[in-house]
T-cell receptor, first 114, second 113 residues
Framework: SAVISQKPSRDICQRGTSLTIQCQVD?????MFWYRQQPGQSLTLIATANQGSEATYESGFVIDKFPISRPNLTFSTLTVSNMSPEDSSIYLC???????????FGQGTRLTVV | GENVEQHPSTLSVQEGDSAVIKCTYS??????FPWYKQELGKRPQLIIDIRSNVGEKKDQRIAVTLNKTAKHFSLHITETQPEDSAVYFC????????????FGKGTLLTVNP
């Protein structure tokens, strides 16, 4: 299993600013996944972060808007850049225990852009 | 890429009744199918999963069935209780720790006392 700590849990930000979300895993994992969950909606994958290489972004998401860092096997950050009200959402990080299939999630970051 | 369809989007049942949620997937390479429960304001939590070499799996009141030929899988909850009320998501993956999950759109289950 994996325990993921994510912060901040929530934030209210001004449009045009950036917010960096951090996720810490209690064990070493190869991949970390970043999802967006808009109110009442499903989880949409933003990107997959592999330590030591550039993140892989899904269609509709770009590095300039959502830069990701993965400095080691237990930590990752997602930045939401130049925010607009449309970025208001819950952002979740996820990983699977090494060699496992079950995905564990951080507690989520509820972002409101005003 | 993988596409997962989930039905119904909302489901209301009386306490003690059964609830069934169905999903279909498109990529025949997918071999791992988890179900997540998400309570309001909480993170998704795995409740049951099934791999493609198994047709059915049961855990107390929860069961999942998989039809690989038809590419669909279903969640069955028996003897529902009010605490089963939540949003349920199905997902599909190629399995393994490096593979992403593709989620269905979710089903809001309400169990009425």
């Amino acid at each position: 299993s994996a325990v993921i700590s994510q912060k901040p849990s929530r934030d209210i930000c001004q449009r045009g600013t950036s917010l960096t979300i951090q996720c810490q895993v209690d064990s070493q994992v190869t991949m970390m996944f970043w999802y967006r969950q808009q109110p009442g909606q499903s989880l949409t994958l933003i990107a997959t972060a592999n330590q030591g290489s550039e993140a892989t972004y899904e269609s509709g998401f770009v590095i300039d808007k959502f830069p990701i860092s993965r400095p080691n096997l237990t930590f990752s950050t997602l930045t939401v850049s130049n925010m607009s009200p449309e970025d208001s959402s819950i952002y979740l990080c996820s990983s699977k225990g090494e060699g496992g299939t079950e995905a564990f999630f951080g507690q989520g970051t509820r972002l409101t852009v005003v | 890429g993988e596409n997962v369809e989930q039905h119904p989007s909302t489901l209301s049942v009386q306490e003690g009744d059964s609830a069934v949620i169905k999903c279909t997937y498109s990529d025949s390479a997918s071999n791992y199918f988890p179900w997540y429960k998400q309570e309001l304001g909480k993170r998704p939590q795995l409740i049951i999963d099934i791999r493609s070499n198994v047709g059915e799996k049961k855990d107390q009141r929860i069961a999942v069935t998989l039809n690989k030929t038809a590419k669909h899988f279903s969640l069955h909850i028996t003897e529902t209780q009010p605490e089963d009320s939540a949003v349920y998501f199905c997902a599909a993956s190629m399995g393994g720790s490096n593979y992403k999950l593709t989620f269905g759109k979710g089903t809001l289950l309400t169990v009425n006392p």
